[in-house]
Every structure is written in structure tokens, then in C-alpha cells.
């Protein structure tokens, strides 16, 4: 149990039996009252009038105190976490108690008269030992009030100096620090069983809290496998019908007009793909923020003019209004959230316009991205982020997106630990509203691209490709000879050393599927050809699978990976990367 969980528990143990002992005050405050008046009777005619007074005035007062004390505690329910500030409040009465009793001890002590002394070292004792019962609740109750009682009641036998009250003397003595003992062991084991009973209550409302956040997470995995599954099946859908299409048409005229529309779908299910990967990685912790010290007004006014061809496509206004100021954040995450935000605005905005703004908060900078759209009711602003919910799309228009920007958003933020909030009101606009933590000037790192000798001739350069599937082996052998690639492909290892023996060539670059067959790993198989081949050989691992732990397999090898479907374009820039070293 960690330190800030084991401090919950005391505080709980200790409001656990201190609540007993505070409904004990408050019953038993008229009966206290009798003892101190006893007291005064037995005395009257040996103790001068006016101190007896005094001391059951100054009793009476501490009586008050008390039972204020209690009943307060007890009407405005005091939380678990500030128990032991009121449990400090009653010890510090029955110190105040301890300290007139001992007092009474000398006070009241007639010289001459042997059943007052034995009436008040008896009531002494009485009182003493009748205090453990309030040291089981609350120990300091205990021995601020039976310590200086019972220390002035030995005391006070040792000054008669005769051998009896002597040897009564020691005899208290020992039975005090015998009562301190036994009262100490009552107390431990009253919270020892209190801490049981609760340790039960928290395990069982944790198992109960587990269950249910089981049911919802198995709940959420179903309905997001199901839209996942419908909003995927749809470009598909289509994509096989235009297809159909395609092999009935008679002439170049009717194959040009369904081209656009065959890679509308494509984009269509890439852009679900890769959302559901970002996703993905984003929950198996794979993708890790690098943090740098940046001038975010820059960034803000290049989002800005990226998104102004879209805005003014639909007539609407958009601005920047920022500073200068270096922040410190991965800028490429932020950027991704500010973008997902963006784009939702002028999604949802017909009228009016967009403004990103950056203010400085102290030692942050806010973020905003303010629109006049359509805004979002109260009571569904927790429902935009999660994944697939469209608050105005319930036909799952895909022209209305995923609905999965949000959920990615919720997710960035969280891992950039800054929390993303959301202001609306329905008819006329929302804000999202972000913090960034300030930087330093003077360390700003500029984004300053290498410059590459992009010759976009890959004539000649050897490539190996390994995957089980034939269909994708004759696509890239396809595309990769139609860039000039010399290429061999291979199902599988042994398949692939054979082939390049047969072809007498050594690879430049290998690109293989991570899961080949027979269990086998596309990582292995490039590490094996590697040891062969030389260590320099660039490696690309191209992957369906977005299991975590497959994904953090590979984010720990020094491979590239490259998520099915792969943009032909990507592709391309990531081989020429390759083949194309920066200028000094």
C-alpha cells in the first residue's frame, strides 16, 4: 500500500472510533456533572468554601467544552479526513481535566482524616482506571487524564513518609504503568480490528469498482468493435461495388469517372485504419512524448493557414490571435490535437468563424480553439470524447468524419499531461480549451529540415520483400518495379535466402510483414538477414496488427514500422529517406 493509501486508511481507522467516543460525551454529560458535586458535598466541611467552588466551576466549564465540542462533531458530520483535528481538541480537554483532578489530589488532601484521604485516593483510582475505556477509542483520552491523576496520587503517598504509604506509593506505581500497558494494548487492538473490517470494505468496494469498470470496458470494446466494424464494412462496400463496375465498363471515359470515386473509399477506410492504430498505440503506450522548447505562435500561424482553404470554402472566418512565447510540449502531438480541433470546427460550423488563441496563465500558455457552431449540450460534453460518438451524425455520414478526432485528442492530452476542457453553448459556439507549460527562449529548438538530395530515381536498388500473402507480394513487386526497384520476394526466410542466392544479390533494403508464417517474426527474419547481409542494410516492417505488445516488439528494434494499408506516397518518402543521405 503506498503512502498517500495508507494515510486514507488512518485517518479512516481514526474516524472510526472516534465516533463512538464522541456520542459517549455527549450521553453521559449530565452524569459527569454528579461526580464534581459529590465531591464538593464530602469536602464542604473540610476544604475552604470559595476553592472548592473554584475547582467545580473550572470542572463544569471543561464539562461545557466538551459536550460543544461533541455535539458539534457530531451536526455538521464531520469528514474521515478531519477526525484526528478533533480528536486533538478532545485531548487537549482531558488534559485540561487530568491536570484539575491531580490538583484535587493535593487540594482536597485532611490531614487527620483518614476516610477522606482513602475517599479521594479511591476516587483517584476509580477515575483512572475508568478512563480506559475512552483510551480504546482515541489513546491520548487515556493518559492525558489518568497520567497526571495517578502521578499525583503517588506523589502524593510518598510525602506522608511512612513506610505503609510508601509501599502504597510503589504499589500504585507499578499498577499505573501496568493500566498504561493494558490500556495501550485495548487501543491496539480495537484499531487492529477496525483496520481488518476496513481493509474487507475497501477490497470489496475495489473488487466491486474492478468489476464494474470490467463490464463497461468489455461494454465500450463491444459497441467500438461494432461501429468500427459498420463505418468499415461501408467503404468496402462501396469499393467492391465500384470495382464490379469497373470490370463492366466499355470505355476510358466511364474507367476515369470511377477512379476518384474507387480512391474516395480507400481514403475513407485508410483514415479509419489509421485512427484506429493512433488509438492503438496511444492505449499500449507505444508512442512516448519528446519534449522540446518551442515558439508556439509559430505553429499556431502555420495551422492556421493550413486550414484557411477549408474555412473559406465554406465562407467562414478564420484567426489567430497570439504572442511570441516558447512553450515546452512534443510539438508534433500538440500540433495533432490543435489540428483534430480545428478540423471539428469547421466541420461543425456553418456560419460566423474559427479563432485559435494563446494567452499567457501564469507560468502556461492557453490554448484555445474557438468556433460559432452548432455547440454541444451539457449533458453529452463527456460523450465527445469517446470513440465513434457524433452528437449530429446518427446516419454516420462519413462526410461528418469518424467521430474518433476527439477521442484522440482526450488521449494526447492525457499523455502530454494537459488536460483538454470543453465550453459550449448549443446554438452558438464552443470552446476547447488546453494549458501548455511555459519555456525558455533561449533554448527554443527550431524546426530546421535537412536538406535531402532528393533524386527520386530508386533505378537499380535492391529491395527484398517478405510476406505470406501472395496478392501483396505481386502488388509491391508491382509497384516497387515501376519505381526502377530491382526486386526479389520471398513467403518466407528460408524462401527469401534462396532466392537472393539464385539472383546473386545482396539486399539494400528489406521489407517484410512482422507476422510471416509458422509463427515466425518479420523482426527475426530481418535481424537473421542482417548477420548475413551486413548490419547497414535499412530494415521496414510493415504490420496489420495493432496488438500492443506486437507494437512495443517493434517500437524496441531499431526497424521503421509501416501500418497496413501503406500510402504508396509514404512509402516512397520513407525509401527515399533511405537511399538519400542529408547534405552537410
Same mark, same amino acid.
Given at each position: 500500500?503506498?503512502d498517500a493509501?495508507?494515510?486514507i486508511?488512518e +485517518?479512516?481507522?481514526?474516524?472510526?472510533?472516534?465516533?463512538?467516543?464522541?456520542n459517549?460525551?455527549?450521553?453521559?454529560?449530565?452524569?459527569?456533572?454528579?461526580?464534581?458535586?459529590?465531591?464538593i458535598?464530602?469536602m464542604w466541611?473540610?476544604?475552604?468554601?470559595d476553592?472548592?467552588?473554584?475547582?467545580?466551576?473550572?470542572?463544569?466549564?471543561?464539562?461545557?467544552?466538551?459536550? $460543544?465540542?461533541?455535539?458539534?462533531y457530531?451536526?455538521?458530520?464531520?469528514p474521515?479526513?478531519?477526525?484526528?483535528?478533533?480528536?486533538r481538541?478532545?485531548?487537549?480537554?482531558?488534559?485540561?481535566f487530568?491536570?484539575?483532578?491531580?490538583?484535587a489530589?493535593?487540594?482536597?488532601?485532611?490531614d487527620?482524616?483518614?476516610a477522606?484521604?482513602?475517599?479521594?485516593y479511591?476516587?483517584?483510582v476509580?477515575?483512572?482506571?475508568?478512563?480506559?475505556?475512552?483510551?480504546?477509542y482515541?489513546?491520548p483520552?487515556f493518559?492525558?487524564?489518568?497520567?497526571?491523576?495517578?502521578?499525583?496520587?503517588?506523589?502524593?503517598?510518598?510525602m506522608?513518609g511512612?513506610?505503609?504509604?510508601?509501599?502504597?506509593?510503589?504499589?500504585?506505581?507499578?499498577?499505573s504503568?501496568?493500566?498504561?500497558?493494558?490500556?495501550?494494548?485495548?487501543?491496539?487492538?480495537?484499531?487492529?480490528?477496525?483496520?481488518l473490517?476496513l +481493509?474487507s470494505?475497501?477490497?470489496?468496494?475495489?473488487?466491486?469498482?474492478?468489476?464494474?469498470?470490467?463490464?463497461?470496458?468489455a461494454?465500450?470494446?463491444?459497441?467500438?468493435?461494432?461501429?468500427?466494424?459498420?463505418d468499415?464494412?461501408?467503404?468496402?462496400?462501396?469499393?467492391?461495388?465500384?470495382i464490379?463496375?469497373l470490370?463492366?465498363?466499355?470505355?476510358?471515359?466511364?474507367r476515369y469517372?470511377?477512379f476518384?470515386?474507387?480512391d474516395?473509399?480507400?481514403?475513407?477506410m485508410?483514415?479509419?485504419?489509421?485512427a484506429?492504430?493512433d488509438i492503438s498505440?496511444?492505449?499500449?503506450n507505444?508512442?512516448?512524448?519528446?519534449?522540446t522548447?518551442?515558439?508556439?505562435?509559430e505553429?499556431l500561424?502555420?495551422?492556421v493557414?493550413?486550414?484557411?482553404?477549408?474555412?473559406?470554402?465554406?465562407?467562414?472566418k478564420?484567426?489567430?490571435?497570439a504572442?511570441?512565447?516558447?512553450?515546452?510540449?512534443?510539438?508534433?502531438l500538440l500540433e495533432?490535437?490543435?489540428?483534430n480541433?480545428?478540423s471539428?470546427?469547421?466541420?461543425?460550423t456553418d $456560419?460566423?468563424?474559427i479563432?485559435?488563441?494563446c494567452?499567457?496563465?501564469?507560468?502556461?500558455?492557453?490554448?484555445q480553439?474557438?468556433?460559432?457552431?452548432i455547440?454541444?449540450?451539457e449533458?453529452?460534453?463527456?460523450?465527445?470524447?469517446?470513440?465513434f460518438?457524433?452528437?449530429?451524425?446518427?446516419?454516420?455520414d462519413?462526410?461528418?468524419g469518424?467521430?474518433l478526432?476527439?477521442?484522440?485528442?482526450k488521449?494526447?492530452?492525457?499523455?502530454l499531461?494537459?488536460p483538454?476542457?470543453?465550453d459550449?453553448?448549443p446554438?452558438r459556439?464552443?470552446?476547447?480549451s488546453?494549458?501548455v507549460?511555459?519555456?525558455?527562449?533561449?533554448?527554443?529548438?527550431?524546426?530546421?529540415?535537412?536538406?535531402?538530395?532528393? &533524386?527520386?530515381?530508386l533505378?537499380?536498388?535492391q529491395?527484398?520483400?517478405?510476406?505470406?500473402e501472395?496478392?501483396?507480394?505481386?502488388?509491391?513487386h508491382?509497384?516497387?518495379s515501376?519505381?526502377?526497384?530491382h526486386?526479389?520476394? $520471398?513467403?518466407?526466410l528460408?524462401?527469401?535466402?534462396d532466392e537472393?542466392?539464385?539472383?546473386?544479390m545482396?539486399p539494400e533494403?528489406?521489407?517484410? +510483414?512482422?507476422?510471416l508464417r509458422?509463427g515466425?517474426s518479420?523482426?527475426?527474419a530481418?535481424d537473421t538477414?542482417?548477420?548475413?547481409?551486413?548490419? &547497414?542494410?535499412a530494415?521496414?516492417?510493415?504490420?496489420?496488427d495493432?496488438?500492443?505488445?506486437?507494437l512495443n516488439?517493434?517500437?524496441?528494434s531499431d526497424?521503421?514500422?509501416l501500418?497496413? *494499408?501503406?500510402? *504508396?506516397?509514404?512509402?516512397?518518402?520513407?525509401?527515399?529517406?533511405y537511399?538519400?543521405?542529408?547534405e552537410?
Open positions: 500500500m503506498n493509501n495508507q494515510k486508511l +485517518d479512516r481507522i481514526s474516524y472510526e472510533v472516534l465516533d463512538p467516543a464522541f459517549i460525551i455527549r450521553r453521559d454529560a449530565l452524569s459527569n456533572i454528579l461526580i464534581p458535586i459529590i465531591v458535598t464530602v466541611s473540610e476544604i475552604n468554601h476553592v472548592l467552588i473554584a475547582w467545580c466551576l473550572l470542572i463544569i466549564i471543561g464539562l461545557i467544552v466538551n459536550y $460543544a465540542i461533541a455535539r458539534t457530531v451536526k455538521q458530520e464531520v474521515y479526513t478531519d477526525a484526528k483535528k478533533w480528536g481538541r478532545l485531548s487537549v480537554v482531558s488534559l485540561y487530568g491536570v484539575l483532578w491531580a490538583a489530589v493535593f487540594l482536597f488532601y485532611v487527620g482524616s483518614v477522606h484521604q482513602v475517599f479521594m479511591t476516587l483517584a476509580v477515575l483512572s482506571i475508568g478512563s480506559v475505556i475512552s483510551g480504546l482515541w489513546f483520552l493518559y492525558l487524564f489518568a497520567i497526571p491523576i495517578m502521578t499525583s496520587f503517588v506523589m502524593r503517598l510518598a506522608d511512612s513506610y505503609a504509604y510508601l509501599s502504597l506509593a510503589v504499589l500504585m506505581l507499578w499498577a504503568v501496568a493500566t498504561l500497558g493494558f490500556a495501550r494494548m485495548l487501543n491496539k487492538t480495537v484499531r487492529s480490528e477496525t483496520r473490517r +481493509d470494505a475497501l477490497l470489496n468496494e475495489a473488487l466491486e469498482l474492478k468489476t464494474t469498470e470490467a463490464e463497461k470496458a461494454l465500450e470494446k463491444s459497441n467500438f468493435l461494432a461501429v468500427a466494424s459498420h468499415l464494412r461501408q467503404p468496402v462496400h462501396s469499393l467492391s461495388l465500384f464490379d463496375v470490370k463492366e465498363s466499355k470505355t476510358d471515359e466511364e469517372r470511377l476518384p470515386l474507387i474516395s473509399s480507400l481514403d475513407a485508410r483514415k479509419l485504419f489509421d484506429l492504430l498505440r496511444l492505449d499500449a507505444v508512442v512516448k512524448p519528446k519534449y522548447h518551442f515558439n508556439l505562435e505553429l500561424k502555420k495551422l493557414e493550413e486550414f484557411r482553404p477549408a474555412a473559406n470554402k465554406k465562407n467562414l478564420i484567426k489567430v490571435h504572442q511570441s512565447m516558447v512553450v515546452v510540449s512534443d510539438s508534433l495533432r490535437v490543435l489540428r480541433l480545428l471539428n470546427a469547421i466541420r461543425y $456560419a460566423g468563424g479563432l485559435l488563441s494567452r499567457q496563465r501564469g507560468d502556461e500558455a492557453l490554448v480553439v474557438w468556433d460559432t457552431g455547440g454541444i449540450p449533458e453529452c460534453r463527456d460523450e465527445v470524447f469517446v470513440e460518438q457524433q452528437l449530429n451524425n446518427s446516419f454516420r462519413r462526410a461528418e469518424i467521430g478526432g476527439l477521442a484522440l485528442v488521449r494526447l492530452c492525457d499523455l499531461r494537459q483538454i476542457t470543453l459550449s453553448r446554438g459556439g464552443s470552446v476547447f488546453t494549458r507549460i511555459r519555456g525558455c527562449g533561449g533554448i527554443e529548438t527550431r524546426n530546421q529540415s535537412a536538406k535531402l538530395t532528393h &533524386s527520386w530515381d533505378s537499380g536498388r529491395v527484398l520483400v517478405i510476406d505470406d501472395k496478392d501483396i507480394l505481386q502488388a509491391m508491382a509497384l516497387l515501376k519505381w526502377g526497384c526486386v526479389v520476394t $520471398a513467403e518466407t528460408e524462401q527469401a535466402l537472393l542466392n539464385r539472383h546473386d545482396v533494403l528489406i521489407l517484410s +510483414d512482422l507476422q509458422n515466425k518479420g523482426i527475426e530481418l538477414l542482417r548477420q548475413k547481409y551486413g548490419a &547497414s542494410i530494415g521496414i516492417v510493415i504490420s496489420g495493432t496488438n500492443p505488445e506486437c516488439i517493434v517500437k524496441d526497424y521503421t514500422l501500418h497496413k *494499408p501503406v500510402q *504508396p506516397l509514404h512509402l516512397r518518402n520513407l525509401i527515399q529517406h537511399f538519400s543521405p542529408a552537410d
